[in-house]
Structures are given as C-alpha cells and as structure tokens.
C-alpha cells in the first residue's frame, strides 16, 4: 500500500465518507440509473461521462480515463499528497488517526512541511496585526481603517494588519519567530531576485489581508494601499498553499450564516465583505483579486441555488455582471443582480445609507436575464430592426444555455414582448443556435481532448475475467485461484492485478476486493484507472459461473494459441535435437486445444 497509515485508518474514514456525498460537495451530481453523473472536473466537457457508483463507492470519467475512490478524488481536485488527502478526509469526518510514520509522513513536532507554513502565514498576520494596532507606525493605518468605517472589533475579527514601508522590521520579526527566508518565499511573503541574490518583501505601506482557504487556514495576504499610487491592490502570487481561482474571500465565514438563510452575495473587494458582514450582511464573499472562475462558482452552487451579485456601478462592474451570467447559468444557479446608485460600491454604500437600505436594493434585485436585455437595450436601443435582432441574437445565446424548458420558454415570451419578433420565428433562431453551438462545441472537445497514453491493449477476454472477478468476487475469486496462474495473462497489468487478487483474503478482510486493490496500487494511476472503469457498473449475477466458465476457457485457448505460435517460431532456429522437443510441445499443446473445443 503506498502511504504511511495504517489500513485500520483506510478502512475507519472510507466508513465513515460516502463517495456520493464527498464528491456532489464537490461537483453537482444527477442520479442516472444505480449511480450518478457528472460533467468531469478534471476536463472540459459538454456531456456527462463521470460516473459515481454508490455501491462500489468508486468514480470513473470515460471521457480521460481518471478513476478511484474518496482517497485518490481528494487527492486529484485538491493537489494533495496521499498522506495529505488522509488526513483532509479524516479532519472532514471527524476521525483521529492512529498512524503517522514513514517516508511521507509529517516530520518534527507533529507538523508537516504543509502544516510549517500555515503557521508561518499565521504568524505574518499576527506580526502584521501587531504592527497596526500595537505599534506607533500603524497610526496612519489606523486612522485610515476608522475614516473606512470600520469598528474596532471588525478589525480584530478579521485580523486586519499593516505592512511598513520598510520591509526589515516584518522580516526580523518573522526571523524572531523562528521562520526562514526560504519559508518566507514559499509562501509568497517575499520575493527572490537571483540577479542580486537577495529578496525583498511583497507589500510594503499596504492595509494587510488574510485570505483564509475552506480549513480557516490563511493561505495569502491581500493588500491595499492608503492613497491613490497604483496598483491600488497587490496579492500573493499562487503557492502550495494557495490556489487563487478556487477561493473566495470571506468564504468560511460566510458558509455557515448561508447555510441558515441568509442570501449568498458576491461582491468585487475585500472592504465590500468586511462593510457587509460588519452591517450584518454575512453572506458576502469576493474573489481576490481575479474574475469569477468556474470553481468559485461551482462552490457557491454547493451552498445556495441563488446567487446575487453586487458589483461596483460603473462600466466595469456591469460588464463583470454580464460576462459571468452565462457561468452561474450552466451551473443551475438562479442568478440575482443588485443594482447600485452610480458611484457606489457596496462599501460605500452601506457606510452612507445603512444595511437596511442595501436590503432594500436586495429585495428589488433584477433577475440576470432582464437585467442583460436591459442592458443590451441600453446599448444598442431598440428604434431599428437591425438593433433588435442584434439584442436577439445576445439574448437568444443565453436562453441556449438555460436547461430548464418551462424557464426558457418565459424568456422567448419576454423577448417577443419586448422585441416584437414572433414566438415562432424566435424558437426557430434559437434551433439555429443551438445547432451551430453543438457543433462548435463537437469541434472544440475533439481538440481539446486528452491525447490518449500509448498504452498496452489488453486482451478482451483478460479483462472480462478481471471484471467478474473484481464484481463476484465472493462466488468465483477461490476458484479463479484455482485454475488459473499469472502466465496465462498475457497483459502485465492484468499480471500486476492479478498478483494482489491473489493475495486477498476475503475471511479476513473489510473491505471489497477493488477496495483492497485500489489500495494495494494507489500509486499507480493507470492500473487504477482500469479498476474502476471494469467495477462501474454492476452485472447480473444470473448464469454469473457460466459467464465465467466461458471467458475462463477463452482465454486459456488463446494463451494455448499464442504458447503454440511462439513455440512454432522458435522451430526456425531450433538444432534437430531441441526441434524434438519443441515438436512434443505443440502436440501436447494441441491435444489441450482440441480438448478446450470439445467442452465448449
């Protein structure tokens, strides 16, 4: 087993984690027959091929071959390490391990090189933290943050700080601290520059930001300058710690009051969070410092199924608004636009008018679709028929995209009402584009498509036997044992298979036959690739022996065809003694053969 913990441990968390539910918290799942599906996460496609089985508590993608259990999906989504992966799974279900040795476990005082920089990071915020309240060169911020409108305690809670101007005080203070250059770079806190062989500090004269991941761990800093020099924002570069197209900002403080009812707003910065929740508006989360990704979204789509966006009120922020809708349209997210006074931000809004007022703005919220016909109306008007159909032609790319029928017919009704094009003439445009989208999209996934690894092709009847192996394990592994050996494979990953069914043992083990082989060859993606696109789906088990008898005597005559043929070639550099011999083979082995076609 690769890894380092124990196989109690395994078997503790894969009873506690359903496949199901760990990966829907990851990406909607839609039931389909026994098991459920998906759109992959770890490729672009249109049309589901990941496919979960309950049963077998495993996932597989026919699209590029990615397959496995909680363990291996943890690990691929998350960029984690087994030992990692282990332990994010056990943190999720509540299970202390038993276990923590070897070569890729934590070293030292109970900390892996992971857990060495989150408290790295945790120890910049609070030097930064001290830095602004503590210290007589945070006056200035100080004062800055209270003209912001921020009380003291929304300070503290979201552990606000100061970087100085000069960049030896914070790295003394980390180097008091206990951390290195090195760790300090890791984490993106400084930045190398070879040429002069020396570093220097990423933020200076900036009010700090800790960006906190899903574990409350912080993972990077934002920062802001106090007057109008450029960049107005600076962030951390992506680390190992951090992933910035998959967090949101004030996130995991946000999950919870969602959870519970309060509405799921996106805002653009992190003054927006911080105004809202401090105004009791705790639903507020913002990307740093980047657009809205499709993990993002798909991560709010786990907590809520409507969405308000909050974006400033000039050009900029409408176009933010318009440019994600088709996004949070194919996740299934009902997508509400809050429109604010011009100028206004929900930071200064909320500061001039109150929480009640921006609650207001809330409950008058423009659904997406109106609120991009409005705004193509704006911009093209609606005097001429060629400005109408080009406000069709955006609009109808949008109803393409909506899979609910009864929804998409309401808007084709706003857009005869508002454009005057009839219901007919505007279904049969929206056919059209359906059309030419379908196949751009063919062309784009063909070439988008993983090239397929050259691979070994294993033989048909090889496989079939692995599969009724691995699916009847309890009915047919003891006689498999029995009549067959590893050389009658002539596939070496269906040998390396092989060599580990052969080592189960089912009285004493908890787990399934693919459980235990999934384990057994975790590190080796390919052959667990093939383990659960063979357990994917269930077989009947009426006539499961004949089946089995079958393939077992398919595959024993094309090894005899395959030895005989071998043997046969050898014929050609054989002296007249060894050809005896060889001859005396073939003969036995034929006799075998025609026994075989006998009984079949």
């Given at each position: 087993?690769?890894?380092?913990?124990?196989?109690?441990?395994?078997?503790a968390?894969?009873?506690?984690?359903?496949?199901?539910?760990?990966?829907?918290?990851?990406?909607?799942?839609?039931?389909?027959?026994?098991?459920?599906?998906?759109?992959?996460?770890?490729?672009?496609?249109?049309?589901?091929?990941?496919?979960?089985?309950?049963?077998?508590?495993?996932?597989?993608?026919?699209?590029?071959?990615?397959?496995?259990?909680?363990?291996?999906f943890?690990?691929?989504?998350?960029?984690?390490?087994?030992?990692?992966?282990?332990?994010?799974?056990?943190?999720?279900?509540?299970?202390?391990?038993?276990?923590?040795?070897?070569?890729?476990?934590?070293?030292?005082?109970?900390?892996?090189?992971?857990?060495?920089l989150?408290?790295?990071?945790?120890?910049?915020?609070?030097?930064?933290?001290?830095?602004?309240?503590?210290?007589?060169?945070?006056?200035?911020?100080?004062?800055?943050?209270?003209?912001?409108?921020?009380?003291?305690?929304?300070?503290?809670?979201?552990?606000?700080?100061?970087?100085?101007?000069?960049?030896?005080?914070?790295?003394t203070?980390?180097?008091?601290?206990?951390?290195?250059?090195?760790?300090?770079?890791?984490?993106?806190?400084?930045?190398?520059?070879?040429?002069?062989?020396?570093?220097?500090?990423?933020?200076?004269?900036?009010?700090?930001?800790?960006?906190?991941?899903?574990?409350?761990?912080?993972?990077?800093?934002?920062?802001?300058?106090?007057?109008?020099?450029?960049?107005?924002?600076?962030?951390?570069?992506?680390?190992?710690?951090?992933?910035?197209?998959?967090?949101?900002?004030?996130?995991s403080?946000?999950?919870?009051?969602?959870?519970?009812?309060?509405?799921?707003?996106?805002?653009?910065?992190?003054?927006d969070?911080?105004?809202?929740?401090?105004?009791?508006?705790?639903?507020?989360?913002?990307p740093?410092?980047?657009?809205?990704?499709?993990?993002?979204i798909?991560?709010?789509?786990?907590?809520?199924?409507?969405?308000?966006?909050?974006?400033?009120?000039?050009?900029?922020?409408?176009?933010?608004?318009?440019?994600?809708?088709?996004?949070?349209?194919?996740?299934?997210?009902?997508?509400?636009?809050?429109?604010?006074?011009?100028?206004?931000?929900?930071?200064s809004?909320?500061?001039k008018?109150?929480?009640?007022?921006?609650?207001?703005?809330?409950?008058?919220?423009?659904?997406?679709?109106?609120?991009?016909?409005?705004?193509?109306?704006?911009?093209?008007?609606?005097?001429?028929?060629?400005?109408?159909?080009?406000?069709?032609?955006?609009?109808?790319?949008?109803?393409?995209?909506?899979?609910?029928?009864?929804?998409?017919?309401?808007?084709?009704?706003?857009?005869?009402?508002?454009?005057?094009f009839?219901?007919e003439?505007?279904?049969?445009?929206?056919?059209?584009?359906?059309?030419?989208?379908?196949?751009?999209t063919?062309?784009?996934?063909?070439?988008?498509?993983?090239?397929?690894?050259?691979?070994?092709?294993?033989?048909?009847?090889?496989k079939?036997?692995?599969?009724?192996?691995?699916?009847?394990?309890?009915?047919?592994?003891?006689?498999?044992?029995?009549?067959?050996?590893?050389?009658?494979?002539?596939?070496?990953?269906?040998?390396?298979?092989?060599?580990?069914?052969?080592?189960?043992?089912?009285?004493?083990?908890h787990?399934?036959l693919?459980?235990?082989?999934?384990?057994?060859l975790?590190?080796?993606?390919?052959?667990?690739?093939?383990?659960?696109?063979?357990?994917?789906f269930?077989?009947?088990e009426?006539?499961?022996?004949?089946?089995?008898?079958?393939?077992?005597?398919?595959?024993?005559?094309?090894?005899?065809?395959?030895?005989?043929?071998?043997?046969?070639?050898?014929?050609?550099?054989?002296?007249?003694?060894?050809?005896?011999?060889?001859?005396?083979?073939?003969n036995?082995?034929?006799?075998?053969?025609?026994?075989?076609?006998?009984?079949q």
């Amino acid at each position: 087993m690769n890894g380092s913990f124990s196989k109690q441990d395994l078997d503790a968390i894969r009873d506690r984690i359903d496949v199901v539910e760990l990966i829907d918290s990851y990406v909607p799942l839609k039931k389909s027959g026994s098991n459920y599906k998906a759109c992959c996460p770890f490729h672009q496609e249109k049309t589901p091929s990941f496919m979960v089985n309950p049963q077998k508590q495993i996932y597989h993608c026919f699209g590029c071959q990615k397959g496995g259990d909680i363990f291996s999906f943890v690990m691929d989504y998350e960029n984690l390490t087994f030992p990692e992966a282990i332990q994010r799974l056990a943190d999720k279900c509540g299970y202390q391990l038993t276990q923590e040795s070897g070569p890729d476990a934590p070293r030292g005082p109970g900390k892996s090189q992971k857990d060495r920089l989150y408290t790295c990071m945790n120890q910049a915020a609070d030097i930064f933290s001290d830095m602004l309240l503590n210290q007589p060169l945070g006056k200035t911020a100080r004062e800055y943050l209270q003209r912001r409108g921020l009380s003291a305690q929304t300070i503290k809670s979201w552990r606000l700080g100061y970087a100085p101007a000069g960049s030896q005080q914070f790295v003394t203070a980390m180097r008091k601290a206990g951390f290195s250059e090195k760790e300090m770079i890791q984490t993106g806190l400084l930045i190398s520059i070879p040429e002069r062989k020396t570093t220097r500090t990423r933020f200076f004269n900036r009010i700090m930001f800790p960006i906190w991941d899903d574990q409350n761990h912080i993972v990077s800093f934002g920062g802001r300058v106090m007057d109008n020099s450029e960049p107005k924002y600076l962030n951390c570069s992506e680390t190992v710690l951090y992933n910035k197209s998959s967090i949101l900002y004030g996130f995991s403080a946000a999950r919870q009051t969602v959870r519970t009812g309060q509405p799921l707003i996106v805002v653009e910065g992190y003054f927006d969070v911080i105004q809202l929740h401090q105004a009791g508006i705790t639903g507020a989360v913002a990307p740093c410092g980047t657009a809205l990704t499709d993990n993002q979204i798909a991560k709010l789509k786990r907590y809520s199924d409507t969405v308000y966006l909050a974006f400033d009120s000039d050009a900029a922020g409408i176009n933010a608004s318009l440019r994600k809708m088709d996004s949070f349209l194919d996740h299934s997210i009902n997508t509400q636009i809050i429109t604010l006074p011009s100028g206004e931000d929900p930071d200064s809004f909320v500061r001039k008018h109150g929480a009640d007022a921006f609650n207001a703005l809330l409950t008058k919220s423009t659904p997406a679709f109106d609120f991009r016909l409005a705004s193509f109306t704006t911009r093209y008007g609606k005097d001429h028929e060629f400005n109408r159909m080009k406000i069709a032609s955006e609009m109808l790319a949008l109803v393409a995209r909506q899979k609910n029928s009864l929804l998409a017919d309401s808007w084709l009704q706003i857009l005869h009402s508002e454009l005057g094009f009839s219901p007919e003439v505007l279904l049969n445009e929206l056919r059209n584009h359906q059309n030419r989208t379908h196949r751009q999209t063919v062309r784009q996934e063909k070439q988008s498509a993983p090239e397929p690894a050259e691979t070994e092709i294993i033989p048909v009847w090889e496989k079939e036997i692995l599969r009724l192996i691995l699916i009847h394990h309890a009915d047919l592994l003891e006689k498999a044992k029995k009549i067959l050996i590893n050389n009658c494979f002539s596939s070496t990953i269906i040998r390396s298979i092989w060599d580990i069914i052969f080592s189960f043992n089912a009285a004493n083990s908890h787990k399934s036959l693919s459980e235990f082989v999934l384990d057994e060859l975790r590190g080796n993606k390919e052959t667990c690739s093939l383990i659960t696109e063979l357990v994917s789906f269930n077989i009947s088990e009426e006539n499961i022996e004949l089946i089995f008898n079958d393939a077992v005597k398919r595959l024993q005559k094309e090894h005899l065809e395959k030895t005989i043929q071998k043997l046969t070639a050898s014929l050609n550099k054989a002296s007249e003694e060894e050809k005896f011999f060889i001859l005396k083979q073939i003969n036995e082995l034929n006799k075998e053969r025609a026994n075989l076609n006998e009984r079949q």
